[in-house]
């Protein structure tokens, strides 16, 4: 009881802690740099935004390798809690990153994936909908927040995404994967028994927190957590474009289109 | 006398179902005007879930009649490939035979002569991956093409302050539309989908787009069937164009669930002037469509097996 009660302790303090920290990183006039809202009264996500770091080539922590950028991970704790099995097939798919990887062959990406790629994307809010533009590949998602339950036995690369608010926060459920993406470059991969809760919430008008927590019995021995911030986009007139990779693929294999 | 008066009736009944009258009208202005609720931003609200409308033949073979060889099974499904005087309907939900091209008035794309020789070169060489309908290689609709229907197309349009956005099931395609009077992209920035800018006028969402590549085709609906010279289609079937591609979209409710779409296409490296279709492009879908995942690519290892060499799953 007594150890509970330090640990919570423990745990209110670096909450608090983070908190301060935050604050104290926030530019002077903090009122003005409040997360926007909609008309509806929720936080408005509208805008493009993307992330800063090296989880796509690795969620762990990693040294960097020719063309890939050393990171300190995004994994909760540091380590994926896989079962043995698993982490053989995740040291077997690393070895041949460099062509195994679904990504380089222009597949979609799946979740959590496509939003570390770490392209830019866009977010279209509306009260039902929170529809989201992906940059690379021309992914696209529809996260429904009206209320609408998943779609049943089907499976899909980026999963069937079903929102709702938690206060600020926007909670996102994710079910229906099939099992051939990975989550990053180093071949860290999953069953289709994947289960993601992702959590978007705003930090301040220009900051997201991202977090998903990744569950899948038949990979991992426990759920765990990635998160990483996400930071809005600021140039004027900003829009994202194409990084249409399927075309480049074929362009990889035929000297000129038809034209 | 009998057949007349099935005639005059006929006309009325169409009308007063709000289906399009003098469907060679094209232009909206001369219909009443049905004028959409406003979004809480004050748009004109063409928000929802879209099905594609009534499939139609594109343009008129320039080519005149043609027919598969006896005992072909080329063209089965293909309704709308090559048409003829005297033909038939095909069935579905064809309820009209009129080209979608309705300038120029003879409803013939008004290609370049050069680019009628690249055409039928295009079609008669679809077992060569450098001429295969885009389509094929899972490569991005492009525009006008998205809206042209076909089956395995649904859209769902979203509007937020300064922008409207079409969701396409059509190997996610997206298009954001920028309200906000911003310019186009530098040149040097190309898109497979173009670059939107879209204003209002009135009831009708105006879209500008350019920065195109080259790697769609401008229009397609349905496949041409094997044999078929280029000049036989009526689908629009590799219709291609260059990089000085520019679309004027128009998008006009005409009734409760139907949004009456209209492009001026113009490249004066492919065609001899500007040119113009017209259809009833999205229907009201039911409230609860859904868009599903369209992993075109993704599915598509025999193809690019077939067309290569390279098995993508090794």
């Not at chain 1, 980026?158 to 990975?182: A, P, Q, Y």
């Not at chain 1, 301040?204 to 986009?233: C, G, K, Q, V």
């Not at chain 2, 492009?263 to 009833?280: G, N, R």
Request: aromatic share 10%.
């Amino acid at each position: 009881m007594r150890a509970r009660l330090v640990s919570c302790s423990l745990v209110a303090a670096l909450t608090a802690l983070g908190a301060s920290t935050l604050a104290g990183q926030a530019p002077p006039n903090a009122s003005a740099n409040r997360p926007a809202r909609t008309a509806d009264g929720k936080p408005n996500l509208n805008g493009i935004w993307q992330v800063v770091n090296t989880a796509n080539w690795d969620l762990e922590p990693h040294s960097a390798e020719e063309g890939i950028p050393g990171g300190l991970g995004v994994v909760e704790g540091g380590a994926i809690p896989y079962l043995p099995a698993a982490l053989a097939t995740r040291n077997q798919n690393r070895a041949k990153r460099s062509t195994a990887d679904p990504v380089g062959k222009c597949f979609i990406p799946g979740v959590p994936r496509v939003t570390y790629v770490p392209y830019p994307f866009e977010m279209v809010q509306t009260e039902k909908y929170l529809a989201i533009a992906y940059e690379f590949a021309h992914t696209q998602r529809i996260i429904y927040t009206d209320g609408s339950k998943h779609v049943e036995a089907l499976d899909f690369w980026m999963g069937d995404s079903r929102g709702h608010w938690e206060g600020d926060t926007l909670v996102v459920d994710v079910i229906d994967f099939n099992d051939k993406t990975w989550f990053d470059n180093a071949g860290n991969h999953h069953s289709d028994k994947l289960h993601v809760v992702e959590r978007y919430t705003p930090v301040d008008a220009n900051h997201l927190n991202y977090a998903a927590t990744i569950d899948d019995p038949e990979t991992f021995s426990r759920p765990w957590t990635i998160s990483m911030p996400l930071y809005r986009r600021l140039e004027p007139n900003l829009q994202i474009v194409d990084y249409d990779c399927v075309s480049m693929f074929w362009k990889r294999f035929t000297s000129s289109t038809a034209k | 006398m009998r057949g007349s008066s099935w005639l005059v009736r006929g006309v009325v009944i169409g009308c007063l179902a709000g289906v399009p009258c003098g469907v060679r009208g094209q232009g909206t202005s001369d219909r009443k005007r049905y004028s959409p609720p406003r979004t809480a931003g004050g748009q004109p609200n063409i928000s929802g879930m879209w099905e594609p409308g009534p499939g139609r033949p594109l343009e008129k073979a320039r080519g005149g009649p043609w027919r598969p060889p006896a005992g072909s099974t080329a063209g089965t499904g293909s309704a709308f490939t090559f048409f003829a005087p005297g033909d038939e309907l095909p069935g579905g939900r064809a309820t009209d035979r009129s080209p979608m091209v309705f300038e120029p008035a003879d409803g013939i794309i008004p290609l370049q002569p050069w680019a009628v020789a690249r055409r039928d070169e295009i079609i008669a060489s679809q077992d060569k991956v450098e001429f295969l309908d885009p389509r094929v290689r899972c490569l991005q609709a492009g525009v006008p093409r998205a809206n042209l229907p076909v089956f395995y197309n649904s859209y769902q349009i979203l509007q937020t302050p300064g922008r409207v956005v079409i969701l396409y099931e059509w190997n996610h395609m997206t298009r954001i539309i920028p309200l906000d009077g911003r310019p186009h992209l530098p040149s040097a920035v190309r898109l497979a989908n173009g670059d939107s800018r879209g204003h209002w006028e009135g009831d009708t969402l105006v879209v500008d787009v350019t920065n195109f590549n080259d790697d769609t085709w401008v229009v397609g609906v349905g496949a041409p069937p094997e044999g078929a010279p280029g000049t036989a289609l009526t689908t629009g079937h590799g219709v291609f164009h260059s990089d000085q591609l520019h679309v004027i979209e128009r998008y006009t409710m005409t009734n409760a669930d139907t949004i009456r779409y209209e492009a001026t296409i113009e490249d004066p490296k492919v065609f001899t002037q500007p040119w113009k279709i017209a259809l009833d492009a999205f229907t009201r879908g039911k409230p609860n469509h859904q868009l599903f995942e369209y992993a075109c690519h993704e599915g598509n290892r025999s193809n690019v097996q077939l067309l290569t060499g390279v098995d993508i799953e090794k």
